[in-house]
């Protein structure tokens, strides 16, 4: 968002929220976000879900248009800010395939957003370079969501993971929570570790060596205090886990194919894994999944993975009606 950005109206009609601290914001990285933040967005994602449970879609955002904006592949992110938008009574322009955008004709980012800004009242934008929101953010006048910048941060489906812990456990403060898989390249757990150590846990990191997570992002964990732990197997962890977050090997981002193939089954869940697993452990995975967690495992009643999906959609409706002023 840049500083031209128009000021709310101090005539607002009744019903907007334009004094709220999220409107006319950008969603870049979860650094933004105080715990106040983070429980507000939640009750009103549960008031997103009450709503789509008694009525399915309702006219909070009706007359707004979302454009969504994907220069990398994406099933849940695209199609839950499409849900999203439509159960609120937007509209969608979806750019899912920029081959066939004038990016391919070689339009830049800048040039790309402040076109779409034109016709919409917010981006979606996911991205395989690190900072391409940001870029965005500072060209453009209406906000920014960051739906994935390369291996950089995923703020979205940080916000629902810890959701999905909250409504599944009950509680984030005090838990062990296990990150599991390819923490190097894998932006989901970037963002969800930086907004875990809001909160007071313990976390372990599991991974190959060569795919450990970032220093950096521990460097900032030491600060803040919060206890970690890095191991190579997961058998170390397992047993006093109450939420195991498993990721995919992130085949995208490898440039030595060998590399890949050494590291691409590093782990996989299988029932008799949960075997040693706490009886009412959080199973979760952003998804997509390659083989990393057995389709047995689905009937588990701690695999919540798929709850966590439609968590999302909720998530997503509160950040949208809450950018756009109207929650
Ligand atoms: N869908 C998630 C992401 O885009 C996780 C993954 O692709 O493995 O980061
Ligand atoms: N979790 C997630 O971001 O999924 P997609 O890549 O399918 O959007």
């Known amino acids: 968002m840049n500083a031209n950005r128009p000021q ?15 409107y006319g914001r950008d969603i870049l990285e979860v650094a933004q976000f105080r715990r106040a933040d983070l429980s507000h967005i939640f009750g009103v994602a549960r008031e997103m879900r009450e709503m789509v449970l008694r009525v399915g879609s309702f006219d909070l955002l009706k ?59 917010v981006i979606v934008l996911r991205h395989p370079e690190v900072g391409a929101a940001k870029l965005a953010a500072k060209y453009a006048r209406k906000p920014i969501i960051n ?24 509680r984030i403060d005090g838990l ?30 599991v991974s190959p060596e060569s795919l450990a997570f970032p220093e950096k992002i521990l460097r ?6 919060i206890a970690w732990e890095a191991h190579t197997e997961l058998e170390a962890v397992l047993p006093r886990s109450d939420v195991l977050y498993v990721t995919r090997v992130q085949k995208e981002r490898f440039s030595d194919p060998a590399h890949y193939a050494r590291v691409k089954d590093a782990y996989v869940i299988s029932p008799e ?28 009643p701690r695999a919540a993975y798929f709850r966590q999906m439609e968590y999302g ?5 509160a950040l949208l009606a809450m950018v756009l002023g109207k929650a």
């Open 63 to 121: 007359g707004k248009i979302l454009a969504s904006l994907f220069y990398e592949p994406s099933t849940r992110t695209a199609s839950s800010f499409t849900a999203a938008m439509e159960r609120l009574g937007g509209s969608v322009i979806p750019i899912s395939e920029v081959r066939y955008s004038s990016v391919s004709k070689g339009e830049s980012l800048p040039d790309t957003v402040r076109t779409l800004e034109c016709y919409a009242d």
């Open 8 to 22: 709310p109206s101090p005539h607002l009609p009744l019903g907007d929220r334009r004094d709220a601290p999220f």
């Open 176 to 205: 062990t929570v296990t990150l599991l898989g390819d923490l190097k390249n894998g932006r989901t757990v970037h963002s969800l570790a930086r907004l875990l150590s809001m909160y007071d846990v313990k976390l372990n990191f």
């Open 147 to 170: 739906a994935g910048d390369g291996v950089g941060e995923h703020p979205t489906q940080a916000l629902l993971d810890l959701f999905t812990i909250i409504e599944e456990a009950g």
């Open 220 to 225: 900032e964990l030491d600060e803040k205090g």
């Open 273 to 300: 894994t949960l075997t040693h697993a706490r009886p009412r452990m959080v199973l979760m995975h952003p998804l997509p999944r390659v083989g990393e967690i057995t389709m047995e495992v689905d009937n588990d």
């Open 313 to 317: 959609m909720y998530v997503r409706m």
